[in-house]
Structures are given as structure tokens and as C-alpha cells.
């Protein structure tokens, strides 16, 4: 069974940091951590920071110079870094990931993050 472990969310005054934490494991499974997606309420998800498979960064434009995604393929962790949040950052965020077994691949999500900026 595949798990994508979350953490890292929580109440942050506005101009403040968080840093979130995806850890994947899943016995038998080949899982590649992609990145960060984010869903605010009454809006459709998003795109925040991914991995591409080259190693090449891509962010969304609301957040380029102020959240950094890393990943540890050691840990087998992706990070994301988020500075100088604003409210309108306030969502649920997400950690996406493509697993692997048996020579299928599909797209695996974590269940979320709460990360909300207000003073």
C-alpha cells in the first residue's frame, strides 16, 4: 500500500513561513514525488511547484520567489517552502506523486494540509 504522509500546515500571520513535508512509502511500489498542488474552498485545484522528470522546476505564477520546492530521494521526501504567505495562499495542499508496480503507472495523492494565513 502506498502512503504519501503530509505535515507541515497550519495558522500563519500574513508575511510569515511554513515549511511542509510529503514522505512517500509503499512496499513493492516505485513511487516518484512530483510536487505540491493546492485547493482553496469553491475553487478547483492547482498547481504550486512540481519536480519534472528532467529535474526541471516549475512554479505557478502567484507563488515564484516565494515558495521553494526540494526534494530528498534519500528521505524519499519533497519539501516546499512558503515565505512571505499572503491569504490568498490559504488552502488545502496537496502532495502528488506517480507510483509504480508491475508496469503501471497512475498518479497518487496525499490527503492534505491545511495551511491558513490570516492575523
Known amino acids: 500500500q502506498v502512503q504519501l504522509v503530509e505535515s507541515g500546515g497550519g495558522l500563519v500571520q500574513p508575511g510569515g513561513s511554513l515549511r511542509l513535508s510529503c514522505a512517500g512509502s509503499g512496499r513493492r511500489y516505485s513511487i516518484y514525488l512530483k510536487g505540491w498542488y493546492r485547493q482553496a474552498p469553491g475553487k478547483q485545484r492547482e498547481l504550486v511547484a512540481v519536480i519534472t522528470s528532467g529535474d526541471k522546476i516549475n512554479y505557478a505564477d502567484s507563488v515564484k520567489g516565494r515558495f521553494t520546492i526540494s526534494r530528498d530521494n534519500a528521505k524519499n521526501t519533497v519539501y516546499l517552502h512558503l515565505n512571505s504567505l499572503k491569504p490568498e495562499d490559504t488552502a488545502v495542499y496537496y502532495c502528488?506523486?506517480?507510483?509504480?508496480?508491475?508496469?503501471?503507472?497512475?498518479?497518487?495523492w496525499g490527503q492534505g494540509t491545511q495551511v491558513t494565513v490570516s492575523s
Open positions: 502528488n506523486a506517480e507510483v509504480k508496480r508491475a508496469g503501471v503507472s497512475y498518479d497518487y
